[in-house]
Nanobody
Framework: QVQLVESGGGLVQAGGSLRLSCVVS????????MGWFRQAPGKAREFVAA????????YYADSVKGRFTISRDNAQNTVYLQMNSLKSEDTAVYYC?????????????????????WGQGTQVTVSS
């Protein structure tokens, strides 16, 4: 059974930083693309960042580019999201997800329905 468990969320002031972690079990982690998504109250789930299985291709939403960094440690079955210069509009529940799609298409990898397993989410609240 595939499980994804996020951690690292919390309350932070605007301009601060947080690092989210997502540990994956039940799947050969190194073979799959990992993504981070977020959902604010009353809004649709939106793409944040993704990293291909090899770690060689990274994708970011324009809203977080230059502030957030996605990385992975295949030995630890963990994907990270380092979030710097946080803004109030970054407040949301953050989810990690995994897909077995073997593609480097940004259009595909930024689409939530492409991902077949999801974590339970971790709340990030940025106070202004």
């Amino acid at each position: 059974q595939v499980q994804l468990v996020e951690s690292g969320g919390g309350l932070v002031q605007a301009g601060g930083s947080l690092r989210l972690s997502c540990v994956v079990s039940g799947r050969t982690f190194s073979s799959y693309t990992m993504g981070w998504f977020r959902q604010a109250p009353g809004k649709a789930r939106e793409f944040v960042a993704a990293i291909r299985w090899s770690g060689g291709s990274l994708y970011y939403a324009d809203s977080v580019k230059g502030r957030f960094t996605i990385s992975r440690d295949n030995a630890q079955n963990t994907v990270y999201l380092q979030m710097n210069s946080l803004k109030s509009e970054d407040t949301a529940v953050y989810y990690c997800a995994t897909t077995d799609r073997r593609t480097d298409s940004r259009l595909v990898l930024t689409t939530p329905r492409v991902y077949d397993y999801w974590g339970q989410g971790t709340q990030v609240t940025v106070s202004s």
